[in-house]
């Protein structure tokens, strides 16, 4: 059995988007490798997680930056590849991984690197080889073919829709503490333009509905959720009839689940997702949330709840873009390197 590690961070400020995407990649590598967690700062709760899919934990906040490699390989052993994913903060990790000769792997975003890798994986769609001039095109794993979600996404053998439901509700999904207050400007929006009820999923950090609304909107019109797993997220989606969100991993969950969504963006790291989906008909674009232009957004938004052929050919895209395949090929990927 070969022997992995992958290096992460999960934290208010770095978000838990890379962790999730470690999680996913755990799913998928198991039990054909063996998989050690190396980081410095993690919630409980996705330490658990971790945990409970038979992963080894390594916490290195007491270790210097320059030591956390050897300090790593004391505890393992042998090692047969190495996955990070982060930026320049974990630059030293990747550099020393390769002074040992070891085979790295880099969860990438945006398309910049600085120095070679045995295995470069980013799922934004619409990337070409010359992205990467630094990386040989048989080490690069590249789009939608090799997307990076958890199991209840890409494993539709667990059929958990109900064929004659009528899908109803848009999902909002801004994520995180939401110091903008996004998530309320696109919920008050929803609520002038449209009679539809409003699925709004919020941070475990966001209080920004607290008080806001009154009884008669809340759970008549407008439902909060937090902390939902990923399997009621899915249902969620699932059920919906549309949705907002960001160009990050939850837009490219909602696609695995044939959500018609409206996407914007919020950091860089997010810009390519963003322009590969919209490109590619798998969503409608509203730019940079910051720049948010109500006559735009709900325009586009009335556009996608109103015209069912709308909502029909984006379905049709995401069905011929995203096969749900992404695990065989990037469990080949990996393990043979």
């Avoid at 910049?112 to 994986?121: C, K, M, R, T, Y």
């Avoid at 549309?242 to 997010?270: F, H, K, M, Y």
């Avoid at 735009?296 to 009335?302: A, E, P």
């Avoid at 909502?311 to 695990?327: A, G, P, V, Y």
Wanted: charged fraction near 25%; include cysteine; charge should be neutral.
């Amino acid at each position: 059995m070969k022997k992995g590690v992958i290096r992460v961070e999960a934290n208010p400020n770095i978000g838990l988007g890379h962790a999730t995407r470690a999680i996913s990649l755990c799913e998928m590598l198991l039990p054909e490798a063996s998989i050690a967690i190396a980081f410095r700062d993690m919630p409980e709760k996705t330490k658990q997680e971790f945990i409970k899919l038979g992963c080894d934990l390594i916490c290195l906040d007491k270790i210097s930056t320059s030591d956390e490699y050897s300090h790593t390989k004391r505890i393992t052993g042998k090692i047969d590849f190495v996955i990070v994913d982060g930026y320049s903060f974990l630059d030293t990790f990747k550099k020393d991984t390769k002074s040992c000769g070891d085979k790295l792997v880099l969860i990438d975003d945006n398309a910049d690197l600085s120095f070679e890798a045995d295995l470069v994986i980013n799922h934004s769609p619409g990337l070409k080889p010359t992205n990467y001039p630094l990386i040989r095109k048989s080490n690069l794993c590249l789009g939608l073919d090799y997307v990076m979600l958890r199991s209840e996404f890409l494993n539709r053998t667990k059929n958990l829709e109900n064929k004659k439901e009528i899908k109803k509700g848009i999902l909002v999904c801004l994520g995180g503490s939401d110091p903008m207050k996004l998530s309320n400007k696109i919920v008050d929006l929803l609520l002038s333009y449209t009679d539809e009820i409003i699925h709004c999923v919020i941070g475990e950090l966001n209080s920004n509905f607290d008080g806001n609304y009154t009884s008669e909107i809340i759970n008549e019109r407008l439902f909060l959720y937090k902390d939902l797993t990923s399997l009621e997220m899915r249902i969620l989606m699932s059920r919906s009839k549309a949705g907002i969100c960001t160009s990050s991993t939850i837009s490219l969950e909602c696609i695995a689940t044939r959500l018609p969504i409206v996407v914007g963006w919020l950091e860089d790291n997010q810009k390519n997702i963003y322009d590969g989906i919209t490109k590619k008909g798998l969503a409608l674009g509203i730019g940079k949330f910051e720049d948010l232009n109500q006559d735009q957004i709900s325009s586009l938004i009335i556009s996608l709840i109103e015209n069912n052929k709308i909502r029909k050919n984006m379905i049709d895209s995401q069905i011929s873009n995203l096969d749900l395949k992404s695990t065989s090929r990037i469990k080949e990927a990996i393990l043979k390197i």
